[in-house]
């Protein structure tokens, strides 16, 4: 079972089919994930998985891979103490970051619902949005993960290049997106600010469940407060006001919604 534990998760599954069906019980989106090259024992380390999990986890694949054998299942050797997530303060603070572009996401249904191209209101809030998108979630948060953080690791770890791919493909949504607007094409609109929400949602769990603890479990302290300074440095290059104006805009859109959705309740009394 110790050579398994060495062998990309990929070339497992290929040869284990069964083992994709394990991990998916234990939440582990290998199989989804279409960069992968994990190592098994990555997999027990990065998804930071309770003493007891990981035993009943490595029991099953042994099984899989060594059918009625009744094999010894080694202990993956890891950082990790507790289950519980505590964040270093820089990674801390793009937890907090995640916590507004959860609230512009959390209002994309009822934008998606009350979609209205036609007038300049409508346009607006679109626009606004793709603005939100591009100034704060690209520009001011995933440039401080891009040119800075990840740039603490290996650019070939899995976990960092499936984060990068998906930066990538929020700016191609982005453009879709404007040009969509741009064009008059409601459904268009509506295909990517969805798709935009979905990516981002799962994008988000990701790093604030898995990626962040883990990257901090391998951050020395000298490391944490180098980001920290970093973090606050990139911060002060790009200023104020887009924070500023971009916590705006989701107030904004906020209360025109729950507006809307007042009038809606008004008007079936
Ligand atoms: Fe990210
Ligand atoms: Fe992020």
């Keep these: 079972m110790e050579e398994y534990l060495k062998k990309g998760i990929k070339d497992i599954i290929t040869k284990f089919p069964k083992v994709a069906d394990i991990l998916n019980e234990y939440n582990i989106g290998c199989v989804p994930c279409n960069v992968g090259s994990c190592l098994l024992k990555d997999i027990v380390e990065i998804h930071n998985l309770g003493e007891d999990e990981e035993a009943a986890l490595m029991a099953k694949i042994g099984n899989v891979i060594y059918p009625g054998r009744g094999i010894k299942i080694p202990k993956v050797q890891r950082k990790a103490k507790s289950k519980q997530i505590q964040y270093s303060p820089p990674i801390k603070k793009l937890v907090d970051e995640h916590v507004l572009i959860k609230a512009w996401l959390a209002l994309i249904p009822e934008?998606?619902?009350?979609?209205?191209?036609?007038?300049?209101?409508?346009?607006?809030?679109?626009?606004?949005?793709?603005?939100?998108?591009?100034?704060?979630?690209?520009k001011f948060h995933h440039a401080k993960e891009e040119d800075i953080l990840f740039k603490y690791f290996d650019p070939n770890l899995d976990i960092?290049?499936?984060?990068?791919e998906d930066h990538t493909t929020a700016r191609s949504r982005a453009r879709a997106?404007?040009?969509?607007?741009?064009?008059?094409?409601e459904r268009g609109v509506v295909e990517h600010l969805s798709g935009y929400k979905e990516l981002l949602s799962e994008h988000i769990k990701k790093e604030d469940e898995i990626l962040y603890p883990w990257l901090d479990r391998n951050l020395s302290m000298t490391q944490v407060g180098e980001l920290y300074e970093k973090f606050d440095k990139a911060d002060r290059a790009i200023g104020e006001e887009v924070p500023k104006r971009c916590e705006k805009f989701v107030e904004w859109a906020e209360g025109k919604i729950t507006k809307k959705k007042n009038s809606r309740k008004e008007a079936v009394k």
């Design 111 to 138: 934008v998606i619902e009350n979609i209205d191209l036609k007038s300049r209101a409508g346009r607006q809030l679109i626009l606004g949005g793709i603005d939100f998108i591009r100034s704060y979630a690209d």
């Design 160 to 164: 960092v290049k499936t984060m990068l």
């Design 177 to 185: 997106l404007l040009d969509a607007l741009e064009k008059g094409d």
